[in-house]
């Protein structure tokens, strides 16, 4: 029995370990070929047999991973937009972006350049306990900016699926509980000042938020592109029924049919010109800008424009059959193709986050059984989760797809 391939938009995906947990739990599935998850274009490519799976388990497997599923429509596909998404977070982050740079300045500025001058209530010297506080005030509004890697990465995290949201979710948070109980202790032990982690709490969320931003943006670069070629096809066309011109959807137009096509406006569907000649501009499928002369017996494609006199064009290809659907299926197909070395980096993805957990996990229990007091247990645990942060990782990815 041949494969059946089908295309799911996925949701709640933010990073490469999130795709690689969809792909693994579809692939999972009994009666599935192949299942390949692209995190940009938030596409799932499902190729499948029909007698021993189907969407419903599809749908079970994605949703119980903590993602969301739905069948891809290609109408809905043009209106996805993400301008919304991106304008909003990119006032988020650089509020984020002001607060951690002060919040810098006042943490690390006085060690970095002696006698800097800062507010006498956030010299650490004159007033420890202001000099807390004050990172703490900052640390808040950068914290509920990026509320969502808390509200993301924790349920998958128990949910026994942990992506990058996960990792900084956990170490910001236990950096930021750290230095929480550490403000409290300044009163009465001093030297707490110097284990204080805000600037990191503020910093790893600012920076990793600037790569979930630079993916939003690649993302709308994507659509916008589809969208495009979507918008070469005429929502209406003009049919020639019983001697009479109606104006009808082009989506209810049928094979046979005749249209009218006048000058100045775009061929709804292909087909074969029956009466008239005019020259067809047909730059959107050949990139030549100059005019094509057709005449009776001429095949014109959907989407190119009538430039001359009046034509008479006989459907002969509609709705996915169309020239025009099919380049847009493949640019789609293009985008969601993975190379050789994405598949690479999505396993590596796929254990990396577990992987960094576990091995805080047991830096901080063999200092506790090393005999160490627990300040520097905790150090140690969110000093390795803070520095494993995959930064780096978060920007790549998304940086050279937008250059790209």
């Known amino acids: 029995m041949p494969m059946k391939e089908e295309r799911y938009n996925i949701s709640g995906m933010s990073c490469a370990a999130c795709s690689a947990s969809v792909q693994r739990v579809v692939s999972k599935l009994d009666g599935v070929e192949s299942c390949e998850v692209n995190l940009v274009t938030e596409k799932m490519t499902v190729s499948y047999d029909e007698a021993k799976t189907g969407p419903a388990d599809f749908k079970r497997a994605v ?4 993602f969301g599923i739905s069948p891809e429509a290609q109408e809905k596909a043009a209106e996805k937009q993400p301008e919304k998404k991106v304008k909003s977070g990119f006032s988020g982050l650089i509020i984020s972006a002001v ?3 002060v919040l810098l300045y006042v943490s690390m500025g006085q060690m970095m350049v002696k006698n800097l001058p800062v507010p006498f209530f956030a010299d650490m010297t004159k007033d420890p306990y202001g000099f807390a506080l004050t990172q703490l005030l900052l640390t808040i509004p950068v914290m ?3 509320k969502r890697f808390f509200t993301t990465g924790i349920p998958l995290l128990f949910r026994g699926n942990p992506n990058m949201d996960s990792l900084v979710a956990i170490g910001a948070g236990a950096s930021f509980i750290y230095s929480v109980v550490m403000t409290y202790a300044i009163p009465n032990y001093h030297h707490a000042v110097h284990n204080l982690y805000y600037e990191s709490v503020a910093v790893v969320i600012t920076l990793v938020s600037l790569g979930k931003q630079l993916e939003l943006r690649s993302q709308k670069k ?3 592109a589809i969208k495009k070629l979507m918008e070469l096809s005429p929502d209406t066309a003009v049919v020639l029924k019983d001697g009479k011109e109606l104006t009808v959807p082009t989506g209810e137009v049928a094979v046979g049919e005749t249209l009218i ?4 406006a775009k061929v709804p569907l292909d087909g074969v010109v029956t009466d008239g000649t005019s020259s067809v501009n047909e730059a959107m499928l050949t990139g030549e800008s100059i005019p094509v002369e057709k005449s009776t017996g001429s095949r014109v494609i959907g989407g190119s424009i009538n430039i001359s006199g009046v034509i008479y064009v006989k459907v002969t290809n509609i709705g996915e059959d169309t020239a025009l659907a099919k380049i847009i299926k493949f640019v789609e197909d293009a985008q969601n193709k993975k190379a050789p070395i994405s598949k690479t980096a999505d ?3 796929g254990v990396f986050v577990p992987a960094v957990i576990i091995i805080a996990v047991l830096a901080a229990a063999a200092w506790l059984i090393a005999g160490k007091e627990i300040s520097f247990v905790l150090k140690v645990f969110t000093g390795v989760l803070v520095i494993a942060c995959p930064c ?3 920007l790549a990815t998304p940086t050279a797809i937008m250059v790209g």
């Open 144 to 146: 509920f900016i990026g």
């Open 222 to 224: 994507t659509e916008s």
């Open 392 to 394: 780096a990782l978060g």
């Open 261 to 264: 096509v006048k000058p100045g």
């Open 63 to 66: 949703e119980r991973a903590g």
């Open 99 to 101: 607060l951690s740079a």
């Open 347 to 349: 396993k590596v993805a």
